[in-house]
Each structure stands twice: as structure tokens, then as C-alpha cells.
């Protein structure tokens, strides 16, 4: 014979507060929460594209997702997978630089190193290819958040940023 435990609310072991049990343990408070656990997710798959001819520059992609953290001592881990694709009349050896920002901050590329973000070398016209990245921040916020993907060249050539097939999404991480 199986039991049954029907309550309509618990109490916190401290007899600081409550727990209501509506709707599957809804009133469960983030506070309660192991340190590590996700407490949301934000995610956006863009289909807009970007393209430039400037050199050197940082270009904002249409790639962004809004967080708002519920504490200042939550981690954001922002991951980014996408496609993207590069044309060229010419036949020139550049790379591409990939970064995420937090609003105006750049927060994965440093003193021309690649900060783990990606770069690519080619040579060939119209060449297509996948990559991704992912950084842990610790914004001490509980502002609205933005995270941005930016890209740059080392050439002035035509640069496309493919987005049907890109995903970013933001985690908040219970610090």
C-alpha cells in the first residue's frame, strides 16, 4: 500500500520562514537553493546577420541575451555555438576575433590574446565554419544584464555573421 504525506506548507529548519507547496514546490525561494545550482536561463537563437568592411574594430553582432541576476553574489555562465561565414574578392590570409561583452565591458579578449575566444586563418573565398565559446562572470549585479556577441578582423574585407543556426544563452549560477 503506498503513503501519502498531504501538508499544505513547510517550515525552514531555522523557523525563519515557510515553504508553500502549490504547483510542485513553486514557493521554493532561490535562498534556499545549494550554492552552484542554475536559477534561470536566458537563451536567444537570432536570425539576423552582420556584415563589415572595417579592420581592427570591434562590430556588436545581433547575437544578445538579457539576464537580470537575483543576487550580487550569483556567477553568469554565458555559452555562444554559431556559424558563421567569411567573403572576399581576394585571396588574403586574416583572422577573425570572437568576444563576449557584458554591456560595454569586454569580458574574453585581452591584449591582442584570444582569451579563449576563437580565431581562424584562411584563404579561401566564401569559406563557412562553426565555432563556440563560453565565459564565467561574476557581475556582483542584480541590474539588467546584457551579453553581446562582437567580432573584428585584421583585414577590411566583407564579413558575414550567419545567425539561423547561433545560439547564445546566459545561466545564472547560484554563487
Known sequence: MASKIKVDQLETADGSGTIALQNQLSGLASASMP???????????????T??????TWISTAHYVDITPSATSSKVLVTFNGATCYQDSGSTNFYTEYSIFRDSTNLG?????????????????????????QKLDSP???????????????????YHDLSGHSTLTAMEIKG
Open 51 to 56: 556584415s563589415s568592411s572595417t579592420a581592427n
Open 35 to 49: 550554492t552552484g545550482s542554475v536559477l534561470q536561463v536566458v537563451s536567444n537563437s537570432s536570425q539576423n546577420y
Open 140 to 158: 556582483s549585479s542584480t541590474s539588467s544584464l546584457r551579453y553581446r556577441i562582437y567580432f573584428r578582423q585584421n583585414a577590411g574585407h566583407h
Open 109 to 133: 579578449h585581452a591584449n591582442n590574446g584570444f582569451g579563449g575566444m576563437y580565431s581562424h586563418t584562411i584563404s579561401f573565398n566564401d569559406k563557412g565554419w562553426n565555432h563556440s565559446m
